[in-house]
């Protein structure tokens, strides 16, 4: 075991299609810094944009000690899997660790023999102790998990240098400009029943150190500003004292990020507050429109607090993202309830997502022991497939109101009815034609996905 010299940090590509944007790989970026102090030489191949960067890198006679890879979700892990053995023929006696929430919550998914260590939940210490002590190779990974993770998430800049030759393709889609990413908070306090990411960062809920963000928040060059976390919003006097901050910096960003809709309801004035630095745009899990399916998810919020979060953001001038879930017990009236509430509460663009119950979560348990997972094929389990056995109609029939829903709410009739906002009419026209594509895609998609299930399920 000897301390490594030269580190390569590799970011997978994703199986999905991008609907808000191409972001950098903030979590190798933070992992180079944290390498580079410790005296390393670091390498970051983006695979998105590089999908030979491994075979150049080796016929430059490069020869990592080292190799980070980061993983996405469940729908990635056979390429993360495959991208290990790849670097594995290449580089045989290079050391490879994998790390992320997939791999937290399901390492059983992960080649044994292609990793030398998969860790479990937060990795910024252990990264750090990899780096200045080096590791030895296994011939089957070895599971690590840190047992002191401090209470707050603090690690150094993130180094954007090392994604410099990358950077050009780090933007939002639909017409946005160039868009930086950070994260302020890691995990969440709550526990809905659909959710990998409170299993995934071990029921953690840290918030990051705010000098640290304000300093990184200035070192960033672009306008917009995506914010990574999952719950910004869950501590008032975090959050509330984080916008102090960045009103004494100076700090105006164009930002993105997501909350739950009873922070926003019990605290409409820290939302203006964060509306007057530039937060635009709310990525909102309203989920349900009945308080009994919101008590199923556990999502433990009713639809009260959801309506008058909505409201609030837009009287502050956020938009509010709204994701609804669909889940396999629908009827077609209940379709129509969606589009109801779509209408009454003017959403500009709500995201419709079929329920999908990721492995290692709590649905995927119930789901798995009562049979009604039609496939297991990780392509399918993007958020855009249903994957669950419908309660009252066949498999195509359910995709076809689905289908119907999102022509409905994404329709030239809602946007001159008077019924999406305040949206402007070519960002509208830039969501209807993208949406259109979309469904193409998804006919296309779902014909295997209809080869791979019971055929009676149809
Ligand atoms: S509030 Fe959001 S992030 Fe937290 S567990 Fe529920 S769905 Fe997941």
């Known amino acids: 075991m000897k301390k490594p010299e030269h580190v390569l940090l590799i970011y997978p590509p994703l199986n ?6 191409t972001f950098e790989p903030l979590v190798l970026e933070i992992f ?106 296994q011939s089957e990974y070895q599971l690590i998990q840190d047992d002191h993770v401090s209470k707050e998430y603090t690690f150094p800049t993130p180094d954007r240098g090392i994604s410099e030759k990358y950077r050009q393709h780090y933007r939002l889609t639909r017409g946005g400009g160039r868009a ?23 029921k953690l809920y840290r918030l990051r150190v705010i000098d640290e963000i304000v300093t990184e928040m200035k070192s960033i060059k672009e306008d917009y500003v995506y914010i990574g976390d999952d719950n910004t919003f869950a501590n008032y006097n975090f959050a509330n004292r984080l916008a102090d901050e960045f009103i004494a910096a100076g700090i105006y960003k164009k930002m993105v990020t997501a909350c ?53 953001l837009k009287q502050c001038g956020i938009r509010p993202i709204v994701h609804l879930l669909v889940p396999p017990h629908w009827n077609h009236a209940d379709f129509d309830r969606l589009y109801d509430f779509i209408i009454e509460y003017r959403i500009e663009t709500p995201i419709i997502i079929p329920l999908t119950p990721i492995p290692g979560t709590k649905d995927y348990k119930m789901y798995k022991e009562k049979g009604e997972i039609v496939t297991e094929s990780e392509e399918f389990f993007t958020f855009n497939f249903n994957v669950l056995k419908p309660k009252h109609m066949g498999l195509k029939a359910f995709d076809h109101a689905y289908d119907r829903i ?19 009419f070519m960002e509208y026209l830039r969501w209807y034609i993208f949406i259109r594509i979309y469904l193409l895609y998804l006919r296309k998609r779902r014909k295997k996905l209809y080869k791979l299930v019971n055929p009676a399920l149809l």
Not at 305 to 312: E, L, M, R, S, Y
Request: with cysteine.
């Open 260 to 312: 739950r809709a009873d922070h926003i309801s019990k605290h409409p004035e820290l939302f203006e507050k964060w509306a007057s630095i530039g937060l635009k745009e709310i990525i909102i899990g309203i989920e349900a429109t009945s308080d009994e399916q919101l008590e199923q998810f556990n999502k433990a919020a009713n639809v009260a607090d959801n309506i008058k979060a909505i409201q609030i």
């Open 180 to 202: 930086a990413f950070i994260v302020m908070t890691q995990g969440c306090p709550f526990r809905c029943t659909f959710c990998a990411i409170w299993p995934a960062s071990l």
């Open 32 to 137: 180079s810094s944290i390498a580079k102090q410790e005296g390393c030489k670091v390498e970051l191949i983006d695979i998105r944009f590089d999908p030979k960067g491994l075979e150049n890198l080796a016929e430059k006679g490069y020869s990592p000690d080292l190799i980070g890879l980061a993983t996405h979700g469940y729908s990635e892990v056979s390429i993360v899997n495959e991208l290990a053995r790849t670097c594995r023929s290449i580089w045989p006696h290079a050391v490879i660790t994998v790390g992320g929430g997939q791999a937290t919550i399901t390492p059983e998914l992960f080649d044994a023999t292609a990793y030398d260590y998969l860790v479990k939940g937060p990795g910024e210490n252990l990264w750090r102790r990899f780096c200045r002590e080096g590791l030895s190779r």
């Open 406 to 424: 999102e022509k409905r709410v994404y329709s030239l009739k809602r946007y001159f009815g008077g019924y999406c906002g305040d949206i402007k």
């Open 16 to 21: 999905n299609i991008v609907f808000f944007g």
